[in-house]
């Protein structure tokens, strides 16, 4: 018999995968959590029936959601990454040499130890000394994290349930209270095609804060419509014209999806889209 | 009761949407052919149980299949549509002031008289004197069609069944020798994550016979992983830098998701496949 996993992209628009097996499944203090194998898209991370990552893809949204804002800073120390338990955001964070310490704050345990024991090139750099992982809940966090950072990286789940507070003014407010001189946040902000409204609002809060706002995009099939979209605030650096070429060089090598065409391509958005959010 | 229409992407992907009604189904001589009324895309055009395009999302294709090789050629007047039937293509060759006469070849008649019934918004330039449609096979076609054209279009279904032959070295060959001085072919080309097997076959078969290749790239959610490809090959033109920004700007205020931003950007491609072409 043919087994299927099936998420409801949106009320009108399913995507199924073929399943080879679900590894682990669970109900934790905030969410259901499973682990499944596919043939198409290897492991995934499946939380409330919606996927959070895939093995096959993963690369496209961790390279994205972590390189850009990391060379538009001008020597990233400190890194916060809010959500993220999986590891990924924090791989690709290590790969700065300027990076001394990261914190990442997970509401949910259990996804940390799900992905250490189930997606071992993800959550490998949890173990790094310079990485310190805090499972509690990032809005109150924020409230006085006790240091400052130079990039945040909220790397959270759709905005829906628990996540809903990640996407408020007041969280952003704290956010941008945290962060240095030329601070910079990025937050992965779902599909243009099917969220734009929800990219608009997300653009609206950060121009009440940031001197610079900016949405840029990746391609990931496993999301809704496969064209995931991310918003970043700054304070003092413009996303478009002041990262660093000469970092992003060296980074290269190591990478499959970024580089530095795909960096300056990213922020060209199609015109409906950038007509409605006017940035 | 919920209805569902749903598409095999690949064997082990699957994509379904929720469905108003089917307005029409028939088998043509061709093809099984339905057109679906979606809640989350609108109309649809479905071949073989194939989305061909919807109407929520066809500009994002049609624009870039044409713009960016008609942008390309100094002064195209003559221009080939391959497959198309339903409009979409002419409809933007029809944009370009240059433009004197647009020959559709479509295999399959009905997908034109359907194209005219259900999608008025694509169709309208078929009628326009500058076109002329002819329902019949490509493949013999090229063999003496008895012009030159500046630009050809290959706006064809996957290749599968009928559609096989305009993947074929042998057609291209044809293409390549009704092209005039400065002649330029795009193909749509399946997408960079699940086919790129695909592309790098079509890529290799460009070089034997053109001294330009090219591959870019469109988002469009109703296609497997959202993320298209267009293979470009170009007999004079340098597809990167030679395409005239001027015209690409006067076009601009009448389109939806092209822009000269996008252009430049359609070209960057991700690090694991610009390896794997290598063009």
């Known amino acids: 018999m ?9 009320e009108r628009l399913r995507i199924s995968f073929k399943l080879r097996e679900t590894l682990y499944r669970t109900r934790t203090q905030f969410q259901d959590l499973a682990v499944v194998d596919t043939y198409e898209f290897g492991r995934m991370l499946v939380l409330d029936e919606m996927v959070m990552f895939s093995e096959f893809d993963e690369f496209a949204y ?14 990233p120390t400190r890194v916060l990454v809010v959500g993220g338990g999986d590891g990924g955001s924090v791989r690709e964070i290590l790969r700065h040499p300027s990076v001394e310490r990261v914190v990442l704050c997970e509401i949910d345990e259990e996804v940390v130890k799900v992905a250490r024991e189930y997606f071992p090139r993800l959550s490998a750099g949890l173990d790094d000394p310079k990485v310190e992982v805090m499972c509690r809940d990032a809005i109150e966090y924020m409230k006085d994290p006790g240091e400052i950072f130079d990039v945040a990286i909220i790397d959270s789940t759709d905005p829906v349930g628990p996540s809903l507070g990640l996407f408020t003014l007041s969280f952003y407010r704290d956010v941008h209270r945290c962060l240095g001189l030329d601070g910079i946040v ?6 243009l095609y099917t969220r734009p409204d929800h990219i608009r609002g997300m653009c609206l809060k950060y121009k009440e804060l ?22 970043m ?7 478009r014209t002041d990262w ?17 065409d795909l960096h300056r391509a990213a922020f ?3 015109t409906f889209f950038r007509e409605w959010i006017d940035v």
Chains 1, 2 share one sequence.
């Open 268 to 270: 060209a958005l199609p």
């Open 244 to 260: 660093s070429e000469e970092r992003a060089k060296q980074l290269e090598p190591d990478l499959r999806y970024y580089n530095r």
């Open 210 to 231: 940031f001197d610079h706002v900016a949405v840029y995009c990746s391609n990931i099939p496993t999301y809704p419509t496969g064209y995931w979209s991310f918003t």
């Open 233 to 239: 605030g700054s304070k003092t650096m413009d996303p």
């Open 62 to 75: 961790h390279e994205m959601i972590v390189h850009v804002p990391m060379l538009l800073h001008p020597n």
């Open 2 to 10: 043919e087994s299927w996993f099936s998420e409801l992209q949106t």
């Open 186 to 191: 990025t937050a992965q902000s779902e599909s």
